[in-house]
């Protein structure tokens, strides 16, 4: 069975971007040179599963960065091609967390890094997250795009470990209990 992981930054109030999908407060903050286990992270995961609001706001950052293929799920983007010099590293797919986890099954992945709220909230109101490593930037945003979205049932967790850097973040490691 494929196992989805989690590895996301909120700021302190816990918005994962702003109204207008902006990470630019994120984007000072991980220019700090500080090694936070990203590498490490990323090194037993085979493919990464994401939403269109986390798909465009990467391809809006530059070069491509993701050394993983990663599977968009959206409707909209469905219906649309790859761009061309993504083709190969990238999919487009309107299917349900379900089938786009049994089709990754099915293709051999094992270690699903899910990235984006949307997305992450639907993955883990269906049991299909099995840690979360949240990072906490110190700032408060007011207003954004919540990790967490309302009406979640609850989500018990249990804590595996937290660290702080120099540069103040803080991160949590977090198994979600099933």
């Known amino acids: 069975m494929v196992t989805g992981h989690v590895f996301i930054a909120t700021s302190l109030d816990g918005f994962i971007a702003r109204e207008s999908g902006d990470i630019d407060w994120l984007l000072k903050h991980d220019q700090t040179g500080e090694d936070h286990g990203y590498d490490d992270f990323i090194s037993d995961i085979d493919v990464i599963v994401m939403g269109r609001g986390t798909y465009e706001a990467v391809r809006g950052m530059g070069d491509w960065f993701y050394t993983r293929p990663v599977l968009v799920l959206s409707a909209q983007l469905a219906r649309q091609a790859v761009p061309s010099e993504l083709k190969g590293k990238v999919r487009f797919s309107a299917e349900s967390p379900e089938q786009a986890m049994a089709m990754l099954q099915s293709e051999g992945a094992r270690h699903a ?4 709220g949307r ?10 997250i099995r840690d979360m490593v949240i990072t906490r930037v110190p700032i408060l945003l007011g207003c954004g795009r919540p990790l967490f979205g309302k009406g979640q049932r609850d989500v018990a967790l249990a804590h595996k470990g937290t660290r702080s850097f120099p540069s103040g973040l803080v991160q949590s490691h977090y198994e979600v209990m099933i």
């Open 113 to 116: 890094y899910v990235d984006g």
């Open 119 to 128: 997305i992450i909230q639907s993955f883990l109101a269906l049991d299909m």
